[in-house]
């Protein structure tokens, strides 16, 4: 089965700064690749996707890159703000054949003011 | 409309009990799912629905795990004989159910307690 591996697990900069938290995957059958944002005590929430057929996908201040060969995608926050401060989960799914999709371990956000 | 709603928000039994969990999704969302998530970990997938059957149960750890989605809609989950280890935040989640890819919405979390 898809096995989803996030690095780093905590992540530390200086508001104004970028972050970059990377995701693998094992199942080539993955097709999307959501990022979903989880403040203390709230429900992750969606904050960009991808899927398989696009590389590169901006949303403002967040970016996604897609490496399908490699199986590895990452999450980009430019101008980072204490209010991005949270954990942020990749995820990977099938897009035909079944909706399970697996989570990474998360990585905790802080961005110090 | 309203999200995904999740009663109770907070559930406390003993070790051997049974507990039941509700899930409420987006109307008109044929797609529901439920993760578990453990303290500083992502959410585990346990089960997906598409209409009212489980399309997908391969993640529910044992026999001691069930959900029903008898109508398609409301959906329940329920533990037999709870252990400690079951403690966790459950989630909840909706999608229209087009396709894998479709964006899942979740709810606010039912946080059950073993002791």
């Known amino acids: 089965g898809e096995n989803v591996e996030q690095h780093p697990s905590t992540l530390s900069v200086q508001e104004g700064d970028s972050a970059v938290i990377k995701c693998t995957y094992s199942?080539?059958?993955?097709?999307?690749f959501p990022w979903y944002k989880q403040e203390l005590g709230k429900r992750p929430q969606l904050i960009i996707d991808i899927r398989s057929n696009v590389g590169e996908k901006k949303d403002q201040r967040i970016a996604v890159t897609l490496n399908k060969t490699a199986k590895h995608f990452s999450l980009h926050i430019t101008e980072t703000q204490p209010e991005d401060s949270a954990v942020y989960f990749c995820?990977?799914?099938?897009?035909?054949?079944?909706?399970?999709?697996?989570f990474g371990a998360g990585t905790r956000l802080f961005v110090k003011a | 409309g309203a999200g995904v709603s999740q009663t109770p928000s907070n559930k406390v039994t003993e070790k051997g009990k049974y507990v039941e969990l509700r899930c409420d999704p987006i109307s008109g969302h044929t797609a529901l799912y439920w993760y578990r998530q453990s303290l500083g970990q992502g959410p585990e997938f346990l089960i997906y629905f598409q209409g009212t059957g489980a399309a997908d149960d391969s993640g529910l750890p044992n026999d001691r795990f069930f959900a029903v989605r008898p109508e398609g809609s409301v959906s329940t989950l329920k533990i037999q004989r709870t252990e400690r280890g079951d403690s966790a935040v459950y989630l909840c989640?909706?999608?229209?159910?087009?396709?894998?890819?479709?964006?899942?919405?979740f709810g606010p979390g039912t946080r059950l307690t073993v002791l």
């Open positions: 199942d080539s059958a993955s097709n999307y």
């Open positions: 995820a990977a799914t099938p897009d035909t054949g079944g909706f399970k999709t697996i």
């Open positions: 989640a909706s999608s229209l159910g087009l396709a894998g890819g479709d964006t899942q919405y």
